[in-house]
């Protein structure tokens, strides 16, 4: 249907930065929204940052005014910039597309198989 693979996770030091990417492919008829989300052991997963297509940006508290979210609609690929690290950003960070498919009905959630962001103190 749609696969969606990231990349750009890594090691770093508290202070530093990354740049997540991901790449969605399939039989994809459009892509509505798409987001990064993330997941740290004993948490559950939870939302980092959104950009519906054309719209506004909506960011969790924790990483407003650090983190920066685009895309490219062409491309179908979304960006997440990753600035000024801290520890409590150690997790693995999954890809997120609402889309439809081809011959599709309505819009479904996909995911990719995430990437491990580790910053250390």
């Known amino acids: 249907q749609v696969q969606l693979v990231e990349s750009g996770g890594g090691l770093v030091q508290a202070g530093q930065s990354l740049r997540l990417s991901c790449a969605a492919s399939g039989n994809i008829f459009s892509i509505n929204a798409m987001g990064w989300y993330r997941q740290a052991p004993g948490k559950q997963r939870e939302l980092v940052a959104t950009?519906?297509?054309?719209?506004?940006?909506n960011y969790a508290d924790a990483v407003k005014g650090r983190f920066t979210i685009s895309r490219d609609n062409a491309k179908n690929t979304v960006d997440l910039q990753m600035n000024s690290l801290k520890p409590e950003d150690t997790a693995v960070y999954y890809c997120?597309?609402?889309?439809?498919?081809?011959?599709?009905?309505?819009?479904?959630?996909?995911w990719g198989q995430g990437t491990q962001v580790t910053v250390s103190s």
């Open positions: 997120n597309a609402r889309a439809r498919v081809l011959l599709g009905q309505y819009e479904n959630d996909y």
């Open positions: 950009i519906p297509r054309g719209g506004t940006r």
